[in-house]
């Protein structure tokens, strides 16, 4: 005797005699076997609750609604193609079935944006629904907000609802939001096995999300570079909506925001414009966990920063130079030094810069290297200015003024740089001992050392370039 699948109903004439419903869009279920779902809560493992959340909720499904299993991180330890269709919509609901199910063992990453997109292509555009199940955010590279947009584009056009178990950080949720609302979808948070089931429950039952409230971006459209700029709207903002702003013709989705700022309830935000200048959107999201939506947008266009770097030259190596600029801009700043057409990231040296001025430690070594203004280092890191240097060498000597007893007069030239130091060690040695200089060095010249005993020692001039050090000059003395 055949076993009638539950995941699809063959239709026939005597089907629709007997009044059995037709068939419904299909639907997908993906599931997150990715190593973290060892992971325990209140007590369980969260493998363990999702497999009696799953089995539970496929024990009453529709049989009009055709539904394929997908599972991924389940065979191997660190692969972002670790993705398979465990069930597809013919296979009966079968003690087979619920092996599989029970035999998944989570091993590996979270591919949720690759799994999700084979998910809906495996429908072939029959506008079904993707249930994700996951407990982590995607950890292969992919931006899942705008895997809605690349599908579409496709001719694919799908409903994602996803389910977070376990979720804790607020970000993390935000990712996973974004996912279900770019799709029309909505998100449910999952703290325990109880809610999880819940969750899959109301996440196969469709719904009607409420009317999108009415809201109007106003604001200037050119702004300059790194310089702050307000935006308003009309309408009444929820404490949890923002604005953001991202390239034009991106989607709002995190992994294209370059500026944001929430609104909690207020009337404007202000942004920090990006150094980069070109065309942009500012959009006003009407964001919760259940809905991510763009509700107004504003093309922002973002002019150049006109500005230029100035110091004394000469620049001599191993110095500390004092640059100046006339810019005027809201975003932190620091001057770096690269090699000349070198990327910021092979930064020599760095030093913070502000009210239009800052103070740099140049290299050791002459040459030609270019100075960059950067603003927001620690976060996203962008280029704003690039001049070329040129660094000339630096005449560095030690000479010795007088020696009375065990004490030696010096008169030294050189970068003069935080950091040095002038020292007294056995000759031919390359180890410092005593003899460092105040904190007045080098302010002042000559200096004295003091040598334990008589002897012949070594006094050197000793650069230290961010942890580096470098010998630039050395004499002999000799103690009776």
Known sequence: MKTAPLFALFLSPLAFADDKPPLEAPTAIVIDVSNSMWGQVQGTAKIDSARSALQRMLEGWPQNRPL?????????????DDIEQIASPDEPNSAALKDKINRLTPKGRTPLTAAVEQAATAMQGQGGTVILLTDGIESCERDPCSLAATLKAQGIEFTAHVVGFDIQKEADKAQLSCLASS??????????????????????????????????????????????????WQGQAQIEDKVVLVKQGATPSPGNVVAEAKTYGRDKVELLAPAEPGQYQAHYLFDSYNRRESLSHLDVAVTPLVATLTWQD???????????????????????????????????????????QGELRLANDSGEYDLLLVANWHANSEEMLRQPLSIVPMQTTLTVQSIQGQTIRIDWQGPGAEGDKIVLVAKDSQDSWGGALDGDFPSRSPLSLTAPSSGQYDVLYVSDYYGVQTELARVTVSLP
């Open 68 to 80: 394929s299993l997908w599972a991924y991180g389940h065979r191997v330890k660190s692969s972002c």
């Open 183 to 232: 799709t029309g979808g909505r998100y449910f948070d999952a703290g325990n096995e109880q809610a999880l089931r819940e969750a899959l429950d109301k996440a196969q039952q469709p719904a009607k999300l409420p009317a999108s409230p009415s809201m109007m971006l106003i604001g200037a459209q050119e702004v300059m570079a790194t310089r702050l700029f307000s935006l308003s």
């Open 314 to 356: 000469p620049a001599k190596a191993g110095s500390d130079l004092i640059i100046s600029s006339d810019i005027q801009t809201d975003a932190e700043l620091s001057l770096v030094l690269v090699g000349r057409g070198q990327a910021m990231s092979q930064a020599l040296s760095r030093a913070s810069f502000t009210n239009g």
